[in-house]
């Protein structure tokens, strides 16, 4: 636990009031998912992402995702070498430790698929040339929501579904905005984060977090959870099995992050906003008045907690 001390601290060099989403970041690399970052620009989004990879001694590789790029400028390419008269294979950016895909709403539905593969198999084809990727990957996103309608191309829901958390970013508070004016005023913080964590010891600690006990009152808590999701009147399209166990894996991580080997119902609520909002489709009568993040708040509120929770409040 002393590691993921030490790398909130080298975080908290740059970041101020992110707390919350640094926890997040943690909980999709010790469970090896992919995270969504979605605010306006200018609110730290790309900052956290390159933060995060200053802290692991892995490859960090930045996309800027626009109209005109290609899927082979994200995967790679064969290419002829006219040297040796033979194709040779050229890897895109994509084979890395750590992705930042910035803006990737601003890619076309054809250049978004292209991650599809990677995110879910951990492997890129090139005409027919399998590459595997060496553990750990992770892909951080960001998206501007306000510009949807200008030159961006929502995510499809098969896209969305690969991320096993889309985190908003909310305006820091007065005080914290005064403080990032005072720290970055006069230097740039983020060449004094230290490198903190091993590609090794990410490995070992994903395979406690893996441990961490799940009773079945909780499993039921959880199915009950994401099955509401898909029988509630306000929604079209509910979370799939791959969202229960999203959310699974993120309860086992929150609690391992606690310091605890077992997952207690609070785990599951403290997670389940960030994986279920991206998953669930309103219907449009719903959509004029209600958004994913207050259905999630009303089936939480309304599920039936574990005996133990109950008996302990």
């Known amino acids: 636990m002393s590691t993921i001390q030490n790398i909130k601290k080298e975080m908290s060099k740059v970041l101020i009031g992110r707390e919350k989403e640094v926890d997040l970041l943690l909980i999709a690399l010790l469970q090896e998912g992919h995270v969504l ?22 490859d960090f590789k930045r996309i800027q995702f626009t109209p005109d790029v290609l899927p082979s400028d994200v995967t790679g390419i064969q290419f002829f070498n006219p040297k040796t008269q033979e194709f040779e294979l050229r890897t895109g950016p994509v084979v890395t430790n750590v992705l930042l895909a910035d803006e990737i709403n601003r890619a076309t539905p054809r250049t978004q698929a292209s991650l599809l593969e990677v995110m879910e198999e951990k492997q890129i084809t090139i005409d027919g040339e399998t590459v595997s990727l060496q553990p750990p990957f992770i892909v951080v ?46 230097s740039q913080p983020l060449h004094t984060v230290e490198k903190v964590m091993s590609l090794g010891e990410i490995q070992s600690l994903s395979s ?47 609690a391992f992050i606690e310091g605890r080997d077992f997952v207690r119902p609070q785990d599951v609520v403290a ?27 009303r089936i939480i509120e309304m599920a039936t907690l574990p005996v133990e929770a109950r008996q302990a409040q």
């Open 37 to 58: 970052l979605e605010s306006v620009p200018g609110t730290g989004k790309t900052l956290l992402a390159k933060t995060f990879s200053h802290c692991i001694e892995g």
């Open 141 to 186: 996103a960001t998206q501007n929501p306000i510009e949807s309608q200008q030159g961006t191309f929502p995510l499809p829901a098969a896209q969305l579904d690969r991320f096993l958390l889309k985190i908003p970013f909310a305006y820091p508070s007065f005080e914290e905005e005064r403080s990032i004016l005072n720290r970055f005023k006069s």
């Open 271 to 297: 997670v389940a906003p960030f994986v279920l909002q991206h998953r669930v489709q309103l219907t449009i009568e719903a959509s004029l008045t209600r958004t994913p993040e207050e259905l999630i708040d």
């Open 208 to 254: 406690l977090v893996k441990e961490v006990h799940i009773s079945e009152d909780i499993e039921s808590y959880i199915l009950q959870i994401t099955r509401e999701t898909r029988e509630h009147e306000w929604v079209e399209v509910g979370a799939s099995p791959r969202a229960s166990l999203a959310l699974l894996k993120a309860s086992q991580a929150q």
